[in-house]
Nanobody
């Protein structure tokens, strides 16, 4: 089993920044990702990173504003969010794959999930 715990969410004004962290424990994880879910909407892909950190992918709406990174020595995943907009308001989830090492943008291809952290961007 893998346990994932997110932190770093909060309330920020539009144009501001937040850095989300995800601490992983348990079995070794391969690719990891960030997803988000706004009220009344489905969970959606935000960013993903390969096990080595070399390969990343982002949803178009966050490209140039968000940066995903990981520190394997610390078993941690991060999401630096800059130039935040009200539409970024959502619960943000950390996710990990344990069977296949390649990155994925699909919710159903991740095996483990954190409990989520709320990000609220005011206008």
């Amino acid at each position: 089993q893998v346990q994932l715990v997110e932190s770093g969410g909060g309330l920020v004004q539009a144009g501001g920044s937040l850095r989300l962290s995800c601490a992983a424990s348990g079995r070794t994880t391969y690719a990891m990702g960030w997803f988000r879910q706004a009220p009344g909407k489905e969970r959606e892909f935000v960013a993903t990173i390969s096990e080595t950190g070399i390969t990343t992918n982002y949803t178009d709406s966050v490209k140039g504003r968000f940066t995903i990174s990981r520190d394997n020595a610390e078993n941690s995943l991060y999401l630096q969010m800059n130039s935040l907009k009200p539409v970024d308001t959502a619960v943000y989830y950390c996710a990990a794959r344990s069977r296949i090492p390649t990155i994925s943008t699909r919710v159903d291809e991740y095996d483990y999930w954190g409990q989520g952290t709320q990000v609220t961007v005011s206008s």
